[in-house]
């Protein structure tokens, strides 16, 4: 029997020895090798903490002691040593294991969402319930990438950690020096100082080992040497190096001036070392960091030579050499990326800004060709925005790209610092509408309907490349408004032509005659609505097909459009409350237009993981659904009233 197949629960991994512990490690990298290549999901981050918790669960004890991920897409090996290893053959799928923390899957598991730098405020909310209750004896443990850390966030919780000195909270700072990207600003430079000054006490501690034995002479040289260090740390805090960061030579300020207690760096692939330091950190009774250095994608040759981000998140692959099983079709990120790079050849005022994803969403290019012009802000996205603003009133036209999930984040920026002044900033949403595998708090669902309520805000919907062209011109040339432009993950397809134009809408298919359906179809959503438009001509049925382009403001042709049919249904692949199709029945009666109006949509809350596809289906959003919807209503509407 392997060693893996004996683990079933944590308290299962005590009784290892180092020999074990090792082999074990080897057998969880093959396990999760074979298993995510299978199904996708993020391989590189969990194969760079397999040591790191093994060594959390030897030393707390979960689920008494609360262990949290921040983010979740590093919690596979916890789910493995906590009974799930059988499940991963769902990994991702409808009905499996989620890639993330799942409260429904075990009481191991707490955060479930996908967002990250929130974990150090539950830590803290939950170490004060804790003291309330009296629960002395149970450990709170947040382990955290150093990547969530460049998240606001985070250090507003580090804040209120560090004022309760008695409240203990052990934060695990898993260092690998990238989130998605590698990460970037003064605190990746910190982390940096913070490794190279363990190599360095290492240095002084043989300093003065060797030339101590080397009689009165060695003996003086390192006396010399220790005044001469302790000389520029006193400089250093007088000021007198002037510029010089403290952290050069005494690195854990940043930790230690919050108040908070510090341990490290240690290696995160030794177990030993680490559990030690969490065995200091457990019995310490104060908040403590204990920063852990970890390579992401260790052990599995193609993630660790994958410069760009070692396999952070895969589709299926061959295990054996980690290359994608499916060839890559053209997908909207690339799409966008290159008409970026062309549009800032002609738009000097054009410059990028990307919240710690830059190849996710499509900005490597621009990056490599336009350095000085693209703005990596590490994951900060209220950061993003804001700075945005203040780029946009000194001039510059900001081009902001962030998965539409995670514009939730910057909501206030968007209404109260590009709306309220009128700036002249673009939003590029990768990934809005349903997403899918990633689970319920990656869908890019809310955007449609949260934006709707930001006065002056434009949002564009291309349903192919040509559109996303296009439009992200026209939202480049708006100087006194913020616009949204706003697409799906995955492959772009073909492009959908207008067989007319009325005004500012896109006509797709015209019925003959007046009556029958309208379709108003919401960006990608054409190509459903045109498929549906197709199955109800087969019935005798005459539909209308329309893009509005720009969902925000409506087109003022569309209210005219409407009247001339029986029926109009909405298409949209964002929440049914409060998006496109609820602003379209607002517009008509505001016109005094009374055709009825059917909105096809998501319906509200979380969708549970599944694949893209099974989601949209599942919401009535395939071209079969689409078409029976439009027959029902027609047939409903033609019906007679009863006693008239």
């Known amino acids: 029997m392997s060693l893996l197949a004996r683990v079933n629960q944590p308290s299962d991994l005590r009784g290892l020895s180092r020999t074990e512990l090792a082999a074990l490690a080897g057998e969880i990298r093959e396990f999760l090798v074979r298993h995510v290549a299978a199904t996708g999901g993020h391989l590189g981050p969990n194969l760079g903490v397999v040591e790191l918790t093994l060594a959390l669960h030897r030393v707390f004890d979960s689920p008494r002691d609360l262990l949290l991920w921040d983010v979740g897409h590093q919690a596979y090996v916890h789910k493995i040593v906590t009974g799930r290893a059988a499940e991963f053959t769902g990994l991702r799928q409808r009905g499996g294991l989620s890639g993330y923390p799942s409260r429904e899957e075990s009481a191991h598991d707490h955060i479930e969402h996908s967002h990250a730098s929130a974990a150090l405020s539950y830590a803290d909310g939950m170490a004060k319930a804790r003291e309330l209750a009296g629960e002395s004896d149970r450990h709170i443990v947040a382990v955290v990438g150093d990547g969530a850390l460049t998240g606001g966030l985070a250090w507003e919780a580090l804040n209120n950690i560090a004022e309760a000195p ?67 740390k006193e400089g250093l805090r007088a000021g007198l190096e002037g510029p010089a960061p403290a952290e050069a030579v005494t690195p854990s300020s940043l930790f230690t001036a919050l108040g908070l207690h510090y341990l490290g760096p240690v290696d995160g692939h ?233 005004g500012a809408v896109d006509v797709l298919r015209a019925a003959s005659g007046s009556g029958g359906a309208l379709l108003v179809a919401v960006g990608t959503t054409a190509r459903v609505a045109l498929e549906a438009a197709g199955l109800c001509a087969e019935q005798g049925v005459e539909v209308t097909v329309v893009d509005p382009l720009w969902v925000k403001p409506l087109p003022d042709e569309l209210p005219a459009l409407a009247a001339d049919h029986a029926l109009v249904v909405t298409v949209e692949d964002g929440l049914r409350t409060g998006g496109v199709g609820t602003t379209v029945v607002q517009a008509l009666q505001e016109a005094g237009v009374r055709t009825p109006v059917c909105v096809l949509g998501v319906a509200d809350g979380f969708p549970r993981q599944a694949g893209r596809a099974e989601i949209l289906a599942e919401a009535g959003l395939t071209a079969r659904a689409v078409a029976d919807t439009v027959t029902l209503a027609l047939a409903r509407a033609a019906a007679p009233v009863p006693g008239r």
């Open 166 to 232: 008695d409240r203990p909270v052990v934060i695990v700072v898993n260092d690998n020096g990238r989130s998605y990207a590698p990460t970037v600003g003064g605190l990746a430079r910190h982390l940096a100082a913070l490794r190279a000054h363990a190599g360095y006490e290492r240095l002084a501690g043989w300093g003065k080992q060797a030339l101590g034995g080397a009689g009165t002479t060695g003996r003086a040289l390192h006396r010399t040497l220790h005044a001469a260090k302790e000389g520029i």
């Open 270 to 502: 030794d177990i030993t070392a680490v559990e030690t330091a969490l065995e200091r950190a457990k019995n310490h009774g104060a908040p403590v960091v204990v920063h852990c250095i970890t390579r992401k994608g260790l052990g599995y040759a193609p993630a660790e030579q994958d410069e760009e981000d070692h396999l952070h998140g895969i589709g299926t692959i061959d295990p054996r050499t980690g290359r994608p099983l499916r060839p890559s079709a053209p997908t909207w990120s690339a799409a966008f990326g290159r008409e970026l790079v062309e549009l800032a050849e002609t738009h000097p005022d054009v410059v990028a800004i990307t919240a710690a994803m830059p190849g996710s969403v499509g900005l490597n290019d621009f990056a490599a060709q336009y350095p000085a012009r693209f703005f990596d802000v590490g994951i900060a996205e209220q950061h993003a925005v804001a700075s945005a603003a203040g780029m946009a009133m000194a001039g510059l036209h900001p081009v902001v790209a962030l998965y539409g999930t995670f514009l939730n984040r910057a909501l206030d920026q968007v209404l109260m610092d590009l709306a309220l002044h009128r700036l002249g900033t673009t939003l590029v949403l990768d990934r809005s509408g349903v997403t899918g595998d990633d689970g319920p708090s990656h869908n890019g669902l809310w955007d449609l309907a949260m934006l709707q309520a930001v006065p002056g805000l434009r949002i564009a919907a291309p349903r192919d490349a040509r559109t996303l062209r296009q439009q992200l011109r026209q939202a480049v040339a708006v100087t006194d408004a913020p616009t949204v432009l706003r697409y799906p993950r995955g492959a772009v397809g073909p492009d959908i032509p207008a067989a007319g134009r009325v």
